[in-house]
C-alpha cells in the first residue's frame, strides 16, 4: 500500500468526522441517521478487524460476531461494575473497551492454538460453531454484583446469584443486560475508528504484517524462509479478535438494553458482506462498503414492506457491477474524459502491496 | 554459448562413502545425507542416498524425471521426514527440526514451480527473506518506535543490493507476479540468499529460461558461490549448465544414486548413459 494512499484513508475518515460534525451542529442530520453513527463505527472496526483475517491473512472466519459479543457483554459488565467506582465517563469508557478488547482477544488466542496450526478451511468451520457457542452460553449466563463483588451463575436463573439487599444483577440470561447507561458517543466510535485503522495499517506495513501477507500468498514458501506460520497466523488473528471486542463494546455502551442474540450469524456474514464487497485485504473498500451499507436499509424505509428485498437486489447489481470488466472500463473511461490521462498514468506504473 | 571457465577440482574421499572437493577437505562437509531414505506407503521414493556437499561446492543432482531429485530436496528441507538414515548440517543432526529451523540452521531453497509471494513488492520478498536476520517485535512496528525505522532502513539498504547481485533494482517496486519469468526465477534465488544460508538448493533453476538466460544465470551462481563463500546443491535437467559449473555431480535414478563423480567422470559412466538413453539393442 503505498504511502499517499495511506493519508488518502487517514484524510477522508477525519473529514468525514468533521463535516458530519458540523452538519449535527446545524441540525441537519436527520435523527435516524444520528442514532445510526455509532453502530456504523462499531461496524467499520468490525469491517476493519475481519480484513485482517480474512483479506489479509487470508483464513475465514465465519463467526467475528462472537468475539463481539464477548467483548459487549464483558466490556459492558466492566463498565457498570465501574460505575461507582470511576464516575469520569472517558477513563471508564477506555477501561471498559480495553477489558472487552482483551477478553475477545484471549478468547481468539484459545480458539487460535489449536485450528490456526492446521491447514486448510477449519478455522471457519470452527468460528462458525464458535459464534453459536457464545451466543447460547451469554443465554444461560447470570452475572450480579454487590458491596463483595461480582457473582456469576451458569445454567440457573437469577436468584441463584445469592446478592447481598441493594445488589443489581447486570446480565439476566437471555433477557441480557437492561439499564445500561450509553456511554458511547459520535467523538467515541471515530476515535476508535483511528485506533483500529492505526493499528492494522501500521501492522500490515510492518515487519510482522509482511509475514502474514507472505502466509497468505505461499505458507511453503513462507515456512522455506524460516517464518513461523503459527505465530503470524496466531498474531493476525488475536489482534483481529481483540479489535472486534473493542467494537463490541462500543456498540453495546449505545444502547439501554443488549441481548446475545443481536450478534448472530447473520451479523457475522453481515461484516464478512462487508468486507468482501470492499474487497479482500482493502482497508479503504471495508469503510466504504460498512457506510453505504449500514446506512442503505435506512435510506430504503419508504420501500417498507420491501425493503429487504430492495436491500439483496442493490447488493447484488454492486456485487456484478464491481466484478464486470466492461462496466469498470466504460467507467475508466469516463473518468478519463473527466480527469486528463496524465494524472492517471502516475498511477499505473505503481504497485499496492495489498489489495 | 559462453560458459564460465570450469575450475579443474579434484575430488577426494571423506570418512564415508562420499567425496567433497579437494579444497574443502579440512573442514567437514556442510551437509552430508547418510543412507537416507524415504517410503509413500510401500513405494520406495529414495533409498540408500548417501552424499556429502563440501563448504563451498557447487554440486549438481541429475536424473530422469521422477527419480526422486525434488524429494531429496525436500527431505534435505524436512518438508518430508525420512523413514531411514540421517542428515547431518554442518555435523548437526537434523532429525527433530522444523523446515522454519532448518532455514535458521542454514539450508534456503527455491521451488520447481515457482513460489514467490506474488502480491507483494519484490523488495518485500526479499525483506521477507531478512525476516530472521533483522528483527523488531510487533509493537514496535505498529507505534513506529526508533526501532523500526533503524530496522527497516536497514532492510532496505540489504535488500537493494542484494537485488544488485542480480541487477534487479529497478524492479523493487514491482509486483512479485507481475515479473517475467526469468526475473521470478533470479528474485527467488535472491530471497533464498537473503535468509543468510550456508547451503542453497536450488530446484531447476533454468528451467523455462533460454541459451542465453541461462548462460547469464550459470554465471551468477558461480558469482554467488564466490560472493558469499556458500554451497550450492542444484537440480537441473540442462546439460550445459550442470556441465558447466558442477563440480561433484549425483545422479539419481529410480530413487538410488547410480553414480556420483566430477562431470567429465559422469559423462563417460556408461550406467548414467543407459539410464538416460536407454540400453543399446543387442544384435
Known amino acids: 500500500m503505498k504511502k499517499n494512499n495511506i493519508f488518502l484513508i487517514y484524510g477522508t475518515v477525519i473529514a468525514a468526522y468533521i463535516i458530519i460534525q458540523l452538519l449535527m451542529s446545524a441540525g441537519a442530520v436527520t435523527s435516524s441517521l444520528r442514532g445510526q453513527l455509532v453502530p456504523i463505527c462499531a461496524y467499520i472496526v468490525m469491517a476493519v478487524s475481519l480484513n485482517l483475517t480474512v483479506g489479509v491473512l487470508g483464513e475465514l472466519s465465519l463467526g467475528h460476531a462472537g468475539f463481539m459479543s464477548i467483548g459487549a457483554f464483558t466490556g459492558v459488565v466492566a463498565c457498570m461494575s465501574l460505575e461507582s467506582a470511576l464516575p469520569p465517563t472517558l477513563p471508564r469508557f477506555v477501561i471498559s473497551l480495553l477489558v472487552g478488547a482483551a477478553f475477545a482477544g484471549v478468547a481468539g488466542f484459545l480458539i487460535g492454538i489449536p485450528v490456526l496450526r492446521l491447514n486448510g478451511d477449519y478455522l471457519a468451520i470452527v468460528t462458525l460453531a464458535f459464534g453459536e457457542i457464545i451466543k447460547n452460553i451469554i443465554n444461560c449466563l447470570y452475572v450480579g454484583i454487590d458491596s463483595r463483588g461480582l457473582h456469576l451463575s451458569f445454567l440457573t436463573n437469577s436468584d441463584a446469584l445469592n446478592l447481598e439487599e441493594g445488589g443489581t444483577v447486570i446480565i439476566n440470561g437471555p433477557m441480557g443486560i437492561a439499564g445500561i447507561t450509553k456511554l458511547s458517543t459520535f467523538t467515541f466510535g471515530f476515535a476508535l475508528v483511528l485506533v483500529a485503522l492505526f493499528i492494522v495499517l501500521n501492522l500490515i506495513r510492518s515487519r510482522a504484517g509482511r509475514a502474514i501477507m507472505a502466509l497468505r500468498d505461499n505458507r511453503i514458501a513462507a515456512e522455506s524462509i524460516g517464518i513461523n506460520v503459527t505465530k503470524y497466523k496466531l498474531m493476525a488473528f488475536v489482534t483481529s479478535s481483540a479489535l472486534a471486542g473493542a467494537a463490541g463494546t462500543l456498540f453495546a455502551l449505545n444502547y439501554s438494553t443488549i441481548t446475545a442474540a443481536k450478534f448472530n450469524f447473520n451479523t457475522s456474514i453481515l461484516v464478512l458482506v462487508f468486507v468482501v464487497l470492499g474487497g479482500l485485504g482493502n482497508i479503504w473498500g471495508s469503510i466504504i462498503a460498512t457506510t453505504v451499507l449500514v446506512i442503505l436499509p435506512e435510506l430504503l424505509r419508504e420501500f417498507n414492506d420491501y425493503r429487504m428485498l430492495v436491500y439483496a437486489i442493490v447488493l447484488i447489481l454492486v456485487m456484478l457491477a464491481t466484478n464486470n470488466a466492461t462496466f469498470k472500463n466504460t467507467l475508466r473511461e469516463l473518468v478519463n474524459k473527466i480527469i486528463p490521462e496524465k494524472l492517471i498514468k502516475r498511477k499505473e506504473g505503481t504497485t499496492d502491496g495489498n489489495s | ?283
Not at chain 2, 562437509?29 to 520406495?44: M, S, Y
Open chain 2, 1 to 283: 554459448m559462453a560458459t564460465p571457465e570450469r575450475p579443474d577440482v579434484k575430488l577426494v574421499p571423506v570418512p564415508s562413502t562420499n567425496i567433497i572437493p579437494e579444497r574443502d577437505v579440512d573442514k567437514e562437509p556442510i551437509l552430508e545425507a547418510r543412507n537416507l531414505g524415504i517410503d509413500f506407503g510401500g513405494l520406495v521414493a529414495v533409498d540408500k542416498f548417501d552424499m556429502a556437499i563440501g563448504r563451498t561446492e557447487i554440486a549438481g543432482l541429475i536424473g530422469p524425471n521422477g527419480a526422486g531429485k525434488t524429494t531429496v530436496f525436500n527431505l534435505f528441507t524436512k518438508v518430508y521426514q525420512p523413514t531411514r538414515g540421517s542428515i547431518l548440517l554442518d555435523g548437526r543432526d537434523i532429525q527433530n527440526m522444523t523446515t522454519v529451523q532448518v532455514n535458521r540452521a542454514g539450508i534456503a531453497r527455491t521451488f520447481q514451480n515457482i513460489r514467490l509471494f506474488g502480491n507483494l513488492s519484490v523488495e518485500d520478498n526479499v525483506k521477507l527473506g531478512l525476516h530472521n536476520q533483522i528483527n523488531y517485535g510487533m509493537w514496535t512496528g505498529i507505534l513506529r518506535l526508533p526501532g523500526y525505522w533503524k530496522s527497516e532502513k536497514l532492510m532496505h539498504e540489504r535488500a537493494m543490493e542484494l537485488l544488485s547481485i542480480f541487477d534487479m533494482q529497478r524492479y523493487a517496486s514491482h509486483r512479485a507476479g507481475s515479473l517475467p519469468y526469468g526475473a521470478q526465477r533470479r528474485l527467488e534465488i535472491v530471497r533464498a540468499l537473503a535468509t543468510n544460508p550456508s547451503l542453497l538448493l536450488l530446484d531447476e533453476p533454468a528451467a523455462g529460461m533460454n541459451p542465453s538466460e541461462t548462460a547469464e544465470l550459470m554465471k551468477n551462481i558461480v558469482k554467488v558461490r564466490d560472493t558469499f563463500k556458500i554451497a550450492i546443491l542444484l537440480i537441473e535437467h540442462d546439460m550445459n549448465l550442470v556441465m558447466g559449473i558442477c563440480e561433484g555431480i549425483c545422479v539419481l535414478n529410480f530413487g538410488k544414486i547410480i553414480a556420483k563423480g566430477t562431470p567429465s567422470q559422469i559423462q563417460n559412466n556408461p550406467e548414467v548413459i543407459e539410464a538416460y538413453l536407454g540400453k543399446k539393442k543387442e544384435g
